[in-house]
Nanobody
Framework: QVQLVESGGGLVQPGGSLRLSCAAS????????MGWYRQAPGKQRELVAG???????NYADSVKGRFTISRDNAKNTVYLQMNNLKPEDTAVYYC???????????WGQGTQVTVSS
């Protein structure tokens, strides 16, 4: 099993910044992808950004140029730097880890991000 623990959410004004962190522990397979998803009230969960263990990146169009995903493989930790936040970024943000071998997907408990004046 893999455990994911997120931190860094909160309340921020429009135009502000937040940095989310997600630390993974447990039986982690080296070939994997980590990512951030979000779910706003009444909406489906959507991919925000992803990064593979080799560094390949993927971003949702809505966050390109504002959000940056990175990871520290030695610490099994993924980060999401969010700049120029907008009210529409308000959601619960979930960290995920997917093993390429076997296809298992693991989720964190979620952290609330609220963008409001």
């Amino acid at each position: 099993q893999v455990q994911l623990v997120e931190s860094g959410g909160g309340l921020v004004q429009p135009g502000g910044s937040l940095r989310l962190s997600c630390a993974a522990s447990g039986s982690i397979v080296s070939l994997n992808a980590m990512g951030w998803y979000r779910q706003a009230p009444g909406k489906q969960r959507e991919l925000v950004a992803g990064i593979t263990s080799s560094g390949r990146l993927n971003y949702a169009d809505s966050v390109k140029g504002r959000f940056t995903i990175s990871r520290d493989n030695a610490k099994n930790t993924v980060y999401l730097q969010m700049n120029n936040l907008k009210p529409e970024d308000t959601a619960v943000y979930y960290c995920s880890l997917k093993h390429f071998v076997g296809g298992n997907v693991f989720w964190g408990q979620g952290t609330q991000v609220t963008v409001s004046s």
